[in-house]
């Protein structure tokens, strides 16, 4: 009876919660389904792509309420990771054949602040140790990186570098990309050159993103700086490694009055460099009447002696987008 009686005071006396709503978590349950998509609905056989070939895509869809608001995305043969910015993670093998199966969901085990609320799992850029599995996030808003264990069993510590500190809270490490060599590189999404970078550059500071480069494990090197060169009215969303150590960039351009756009970039191995201004060449670009969304996570992958890119899509969990999982061959 006195136990009833402390819970009915802490009832009456104690405010109800009413602050920010709780992040939405995946469930035990994982359901998924993968609808084929086209290339150009105007032109279902169409495939080329500027430098890329189009293989295939899905539309990713789920009756889970947390699914979706994906932005990076791990390939390993048949395996695929996709990451949301809300720290939800899906698992799931895909042959040729685009039908799922070994469905998995999960979430982050560990990451900034106490995980309540969506800004303490905005998980943006996801990168991958072939050799290890070692997996790691890079985290807007606290412009932390993070590194877990195989699968996201357990998170084995962060770091918070210094160079990243003054990177807007919205638009900070976008992109993680693990380099053959053992490197990693980070671009901001929207950070610009500093008065200092920018002496002797011959660009306008609002073409400019701040990159960082690290010798080794980002827990472990302190980063050094670089730039790359971002298409005018565009955003850097995500990058992967080529295996000859040039660099996928995926730039992003939002319209008026809701209209997404996407340029995919080859930046060469030698100008990702601490000191140097990276400049892209523009492969393909995604933009209406062919597909087009917020895509924001690419991965690198090898088949058959071809390097394929593979495509992700935010849908900011709004009726307006969608989660798409796109396949491209590289020709060039």
């Known amino acids: 009876m006195r136990v009833l009686l402390s819970c009915l005071l802490l009832l009456a006396f104690v405010p109800?919660?009413?602050?920010?709503?709780?992040?939405?978590?995946?469930g035990r349950v994982p359901q998924m389904e993968a609808r084929p998509v086209t290339l150009d609905p105007r032109d279902p056989a169409r495939?080329?792509?500027g430098a890329l070939t189009y293989l295939g895509g899905v539309s990713l869809h789920s009756r889970d309420p947390a699914f979706g608001g994906f932005s990076s995305l791990v390939v390993t043969g048949d395996r695929f990771t996709l990451l949301s910015d809300g720290g939800n993670v899906v698992q799931f093998r895909m042959g040729r054949d685009w039908r799922p199966h070994a469905l998995r969901f999960g979430n982050l085990p560990a990451g900034p602040s106490i995980g309540w609320q969506k800004q303490d799992r905005d998980s943006e850029s996801l990168a991958r140790d072939p050799r290890t599995g070692a997996l790691w996030v890079g985290f807007e808003r606290y412009n932390q990186i993070w590194r877990y264990?195989?699968?996201f069993t357990r998170a084995e510590g962060y770091v918070a570098p210094r160079a990243m500190a003054g990177w807007p809270r919205n638009g900070g490490a976008e992109s993680l990309a693990r380099m053959p060599d053992g490197r990693f590189v980070t671009i901001s999404e929207e950070a610009t050159a500093t008065k200092a970078e920018r002496r002797g550059l011959k660009v306008a500071r609002a073409l400019t993103r701040q990159g960082l480069i690290f010798a080794g494990d980002p827990l472990r090197f302190?980063?050094?700086?670089?730039l790359y060169q971002v298409s005018s009215d565009h955003d850097v969303a995500d990058a992967a490694a080529l295996p000859d150590g040039s660099l996928i960039v995926i730039e992003r351009r939002f319209r008026l009055p809701f209209r997404f756009?996407?340029?995919?970039?080859?930046?060469?191995?030698?100008?990702?460099?601490?000191?140097?201004?990276?400049?892209?060449?523009?492969?393909?670009?995604?933009?209406?009447p062919l597909i087009h969304d917020n895509f924001?996570?690419?991965?690198?992958?090898?088949?058959?002696?071809?390097t394929m890119l593979w495509l992700v899509s935010d849908d900011n969990q709004t009726v307006l987008e969608r989660s798409y999982l796109l396949k491209f061959r590289l020709e060039a």
């Open 149 to 151: 264990a195989p699968d």
């Open 222 to 226: 302190r980063p050094r700086r670089f």
């Open 261 to 288: 756009s996407n340029r995919i970039m080859l930046v060469p191995a030698d100008e990702i460099a601490p000191g140097r201004l990276a400049k892209g060449r523009l492969l393909a670009e995604l933009d209406t």
């Open 296 to 306: 924001e996570g690419v991965a690198v992958t090898q088949e058959d002696g071809a």
């Open 47 to 49: 495939r080329r792509l």
């Open 16 to 26: 109800g919660w009413s602050g920010e709503q709780r992040l939405g978590l995946l």
